[in-house]
């Protein structure tokens, strides 16, 4: 059964804070994808990864970074958190071709106090 | 700005009828796909159309791609309280739309 896990379901973290959020896939995929979703403006693309070392921004990628040291994980780093970066985080990751299936983790509900 | 737009923006149904969703750009898409995101869940895939005019069925669901590859529908027939979700519609190159809410009362 494939599989996308993302490190925390919910997380608690104090403006300025520095935040890791962690997704590791188990497909040998090559693509990775880090999105946020907010009520009415569905996934909005963060940073994507086609390959280890290489990250690609998406259409919101201020205040944002990420790290792929390896195939299977890709971490996002808020390098310090805003109260406008509550929100969920979903990770996915999908093989080689543009319209393959993304498969998702359960994401991570990020509250920024 | 959704470069996908999705309507309606949620469907409130009864269980056994029938519903329609939409997804609609200005833009040709260069695939389009479904999926399913049930509460507390990452998203699902339900199936990609990749062909103007294509048409796939799915048990109950039947997705539309239209002929200009601009428009999408998902016909989901006799609904049930298992086809309560957020679908959410998807161009790799334009994105997600917002989502279309479906509810469905027992």
């Known amino acids: 059964d494939v599989k996308v896990t993302q490190s925390s379901r919910y997380l608690v973290k104090r403006t300025g804070e520095k935040v890791f959020l962690e997704c590791v896939q188990d497909?040998?995929?090559?693509?990775m994808f880090w999105y946020r979703q907010d009520p009415g403006l569905g996934l909005r693309l963060i940073y994507f990864?086609?390959?280890?070392?290489?990250?690609e921004k998406g259409d919101i990628p201020e205040g944002y970074s990420v790290s792929r040291e390896k195939k299977e994980r890709f971490s996002l780093i808020l390098e310090s958190a805003s109260t406008n970066q509550t929100s969920m985080y979903l990770c996915?990751?999908?093989?080689?071709?543009?319209?393959?299936?993304?498969?998702f983790g359960p994401g991570t509900r990020l509250t920024v106090l | 700005t959704q470069l996908l737009e999705q309507s309606p923006q949620f469907l409130s149904i009864q269980e056994g009828e029938n519903l329609t969703v939409y997804c609609n750009s200005s833009?040709?898409?260069?695939?389009l796909q479904w999926y399913r995101q049930e509460p507390g869940e990452g998203p699902v895939l339900l199936v990609t159309?990749?062909?103007?005019?294509e048409v796939k069925k799915l048990k109950r669901l039947t997705f539309q791609f239209g002929d200009a590859r601009k428009d999408s529908s998902l016909h989901i027939t006799a609904a049930q309280p298992g086809d309560t979700g957020l679908y959410l519609c998807?161009?790799?190159?334009?994105?997600f739309g917002a989502g279309t809410t479906v509810t469905v009362r027992a």
């Open positions: 996915a990751s999908s093989g080689g071709f543009s319209y393959n299936e993304q498969f």
């Open positions: 497909m040998d995929h090559e693509n």
């Open positions: 990864s086609y390959d280890v070392k290489m990250k």
């Open positions: 833009s040709v898409f260069s695939s």
């Open positions: 159309v990749v062909t103007g005019g």
């Open positions: 998807n161009d790799y190159k334009l994105s």
